[in-house]
């Protein structure tokens, strides 16, 4: 995070206390279950509560690695207490465009809600398509990249060209804003309860998903560009949805209740009823295990669902100050501020603590192969944490000085990656990319347009368009 940024724009949800009950259960299609793959009980493991902190840009380390391993608290299936904060954590945005049939032009969508992890086999690309890297953040902002994050194009939000998220108006500082750590600014919207305000992005067949508004009427999106979207549903009467995908499925979950859909996005089913009174879904991720388990993060517990919706189950997780879940296969991973990892390998049921950092930046993405969070290791040296299996870490010092917040991985698995900029100042907005996730390029000013923060990177190959041709 840039010099002088203080300001945790997302809270985090903390753990611990009661176990929460869920409502009744809803019976939910044979078509669903089979398009899972599923011919019993399934359970989805949503999401967990996020809180992206702010961190200081910090200076590269000299090269070498060193390993840290597990912790100790392990903790099995119970409810999940904690506050209740008044701003929302990230997950989707939306946009009008025509419809469209369903061009499997890429592979699935990676379980991961960290972002985007390679897509295929490893094999030639299928011919007539084109990588895109999508983009968003508040106040429905996208942009995309054609190059593999070299440079990014086509900018688009929906709100005025001169409005600024933080800082506050002259005559009025929200009551959960500290005025010492704001700043005037006659322009300032309110771009956390927003209907701009991205809550989810996925990549899945072909098409890029994204959910967007809180405390407004939540909205999930399509496009087949990352330019032009559409909206195929009417907009769900529920807040903050944590988009995921996994064998093909999209979960939008949110309360009071969630939404699935089996066909790309044309239809969707209402989950079981989560309530109100647990709070916000603040994260989700999508795990392989046992065919397919959502796990999700809320204000006042976690939650997993392995059979599409139909049940929840409670979660006890021992991490607390979340920056994200994120998903690698049967791997699920919590990661916090403080540099602790919770991980499961059995869709949630038991998790496992382990010290990883001295404190983490990121959420952790998947590439396909490995998970990798961005943060402080030994002496304070900025540093990648890289693992297999979420108990072991690898720590390698980065050699390029960068403030990183937000990270993705294309679909070569380039990673690309952006600054906070939490009253810092648009001018002050940075893109990054870098080919192995130690040495960092800072992109010039003139490869982006400075906007709107970002929260959230997937990457797909879609059919050329007049955005990304591929000549």
Sequence with gaps: MPDGASRDPEPSAARGGTDTSIGPAMSKSADLLLALGLSGAVTLPCCTASSDGSKPEADAGAGGTSVAT????????????????????????????????????????????GGAAPQGDGGDPPTGTVEVVVAVGRGGRTTISCDDGR?????????????????????????????????PNPDWIECDHHSGHTTGLVYEGGWFFKSMGWGTEGRTLRSQDGVTWEAPAPAFDATYMGLVTVGGVLFAMGVPVGHVSPDLGLTWEETAEIGWDVGHVRHATASTHGGGTVLMLLDQTALATRDAGATFEPMSIPCSNTLGLTSGGDVSVFTSQDGSVCTTTDGGRSWTQHSAAQSAWTRAVWDGAALHFWGEGDAGAASRFTSTDGAAWTVTPLTSRVSLETVGVTTTGTFVGTNAIWNGGYENQRFYRSEDGITWDTLPATAFAAGHPISRFAAGRVAANAYCSGG
């Design 151 to 183: 440079s990014w194009i086509e900018n688009r939000i929906e709100t005025a060209e001169t409005a600024r998220c933080w800082g506050h108006p002259d005559d009025a500082i929200p009551e959960y804003l500290d005025a010492a750590e704001t700043i």
């Design 70 to 113: 597990g912790g100790s608290a392990t903790a099995q299936a119970g409810g999940a207490g904690g506050r209740r904060d008044p701003a929302p954590t990230d997950a989707g945005s939306g946009g009008a465009s025509a419809g469209g049939g369903a061009s499997n032009a890429g592979g699935s969508g990676s379980p991961s809600a």
